[in-house]
């Protein structure tokens, strides 16, 4: 290890004060369910939670440009941590949101808790410089997630898809783990930036470890071959979490991912060692697109398309080059706005007996709520990738990043899977304007009309991030 | 590579904790009683503690030892939320099958 942690500064906390203060607030939120009557400690959750990330995320955001190693590089500040955590505390704002429905109110505070403390997790990620905050933050982030996924238990799939969660998971995080014993083995360190490849010859043990670790990784995103689990656990989940699970264990295993690509293997020569990852990406665009094809659940056709949206992000990241990680830092933003606005449009169509994710639901929807039929077509416009939408913009990016480094056949590739997904997501366009006649669906009334702000947030999110591209430059600079 | 000579050489312990970690795999992958998946995830990770300590050992680094304890107290929680799920899942059940849990066909 480089600088071996003597004297745990004031400015070590600071740097980890956003995470803090967010699982701290899940401590506050659960207190407050035991000593609030249940009327209002609902309520209340909610709106700690929502305060928590406010404030974090203006915290973090504070340290902007600040470029700091944190508990002797154990926790990195800069921009790439900041961007990443503004992203994640952004996205569980959206997710505090959705939590309208009765059938799992009466846990609340602590679905809300465990959102927190999952949050919590990615925004270590986010910053981490060692293998094993790493570590430490994916399982933060995952052993609560396999909570969220199971606390459901009036729904028999929630359990099973916490148990298939669960089971998956660790597998896969026993894969990075072994991953990072080999990676230590071959170098000799755990801080990220100091795994680089020995520079003579082909090391065996480092290429082996390198890619087993990567393999991890990739399973976390939901890459194709190990994309299996992402549409049952999607499916089984309640929507709420399914929502931030899509954006918030992406950002941080994509976090992660990136500062891997970019500090430990910053040679030319040595990028043949991420070459499967990239395989999985392209594979990913494509699978991920056709298998959205014939799903009929919502849940289901944005599991498949998360699938392919990791996939795009993930071949910005080819070639390390500093466009790339800009571009995949855009695309990730405009991505988990138009994901979440989606969810949120599905939480509106819940009732508390059902939620709203059948495409049946949204048959004749745009006669029934016009209005909320446009924001669904606004997100699902965006997601396909139409021109003058942060989506379509967000693929040019990458398109140029992919032909500018020379892995264009991952440019073509984007370009294909966007094709694939038109039809997609028109299709829940094509149920919600072109059956009004049949109006055989009932009424939903959602429990909340909350959810709504959740939309208008994302909306407007998405409007700004077409307008002004914004591509943090900071986000670039990291910290060896 | 191994700058200080062990009582065993380092390699042994490599392959010992790489056969450990095929059997957790196939474990996961073969076995079907949701508590026996458990038990492999568990020698999967335990493989690569393994590996962290002689590999520490071997570097003079105890960087390995701290990542180790760091594992264990990760798979504990982690043992304590599969159980508790498996119960959950599997309570209503007479036996306790993987290939039971199909409501969701991936």
Not at chain 1, 5 to 10: C, E, K
Not at chain 1, 371 to 397: C, D, Q, R, W, Y
Request: charged share 10%; proline share 4%; aromatic share 10%.
């Amino acid at each position: 290890m480089g600088g071996y942690l003597q004297y745990v500064q004031t400015l070590d906390y600071q740097a980890l004060l956003p995470a803090m203060i967010v699982g701290g607030t899940a401590v506050i939120a659960l207190l407050a369910d035991l000593l609030l009557p249940r009327r209002i400690a609902n309520g209340t959750a909610i709106l700690l939670g929502v305060m928590a990330t406010i404030m974090a995320g203006l915290y973090a955001s504070l340290s902007y440009g600040v470029h700091y190693l944190a508990f002797g590089g154990g926790f990195v500040l800069d921009g790439l941590s900041v961007v990443f955590q503004e992203i994640v505390l952004l996205s569980t704002l959206v997710t505090l949101m959705l939590f309208n429905r009765r059938g799992v109110s009466e846990d609340r505070p602590a679905y809300v808790a465990l959102v927190l403390w999952s949050s919590t997790g990615a925004m270590i990620m986010a910053g981490a410089g060692s293998l094993m905050t790493l570590f430490l933050g994916l399982e933060i982030l995952s052993l609560s997630l396999y909570c969220l996924c199971a606390i459901a238990r009036d729904r028999e799939v929630a359990k099973e898809a916490g148990f298939k969660y669960l089971v998956l998971s660790s597998t896969a995080s026993g894969f990075l783990l072994y991953g990072m014993a080999l990676l230590f083995g071959a170098t000799g360190t755990v801080t990220i930036s100091a795994l680089i490849h020995p520079a003579t010859g082909i090391h065996g043990l480092y290429a082996l470890g390198m890619g087993i670790f990567l393999i991890g990784l990739a399973f976390k995103l939901a890459l194709v071959p190990f994309h299996i689990w992402a549409p049952d656990v999607y499916e089984g989940a309640p929507l709420p979490v399914t929502a931030f699970m899509s954006v918030a264990t992406k950002a941080g295993a994509l976090a992660a991912l990136a500062r891997v690509i970019y500090t430990a293997i910053p040679q030319p020569d040595a990028h043949w060692l991420l070459l499967p990852t990239f395989i999985f990406a392209a594979a990913s665009m494509l699978v991920g697109n056709l298998g959205a094809l014939a799903q009929t659940d919502i849940k289901r056709l944005l599991a498949y398309s998360a699938v392919a949206q990791a996939g795009y992000i993930v071949a910005a990241l080819a070639g390390a080059t500093e466009l790339g990680i800009r571009s995949a830092v855009y695309y990730l933003a405009a991505y988990a706005f138009m994901n979440l606005g989606a969810f949120a449009v599905a939480a509106l169509l819940s009732s508390d007996r059902e939620e709203g994710t059948q495409l049946v639901a949204y048959e004749g929807l745009a006669a029934r709520q016009p209005l909320l039929a446009a924001a669904m077509t606004f997100f699902m416009l965006s997601l396909a990738g139409m021109p003058i939408t942060a989506g379509f913009l967000g693929k040019i990016f990458i398109l140029s990043t992919t032909i500018h480094t020379g892995y264009w056949p991952l440019g073509a590739l984007l370009v294909i899977g966007s094709a694939v997904s038109f039809y997609v997501y028109f299709k829940v366009i094509r149920a919600m304007y072109a059956r009004v006649e049949r109006f055989s669906h009932p009424e939903v009334r959602p429990p909340s009309q909350l959810p709504w702000i959740a939309v208008a947030i994302c909306a407007v999110a998405v409007i700004v991030l077409t307008f002004v591209p914004v591509m943090p430059g900071d986000a670039t600079f990291f910290v060896k | 590579m191994v700058p200080v000579q062990m009582s065993v050489d380092p390699n042994a312990y490599a392959a010992l904790s790489a056969l450990m970690f095929f059997i957790g795999v196939l474990g996961v992958v073969l076995r079907r009683n949701p508590l026996i998946t458990l038990m492999s995830i568990e020698l999967m990770w335990n493989a690569a503690n393994l590996s962290f300590m002689a590999y520490s050992r071997a570097w003079l680094n105890n960087a390995g030892h701290i990542f180790t304890f760091l594992v264990i107290t990760v798979a504990a929680a982690e043992a304590a939320i599969g159980l508790a799920i498996v119960v959950i899942l599997f309570r209503p059940r007479a036996q306790s099958n993987v290939d039971d849990a199909m409501l969701l066909k991936g």
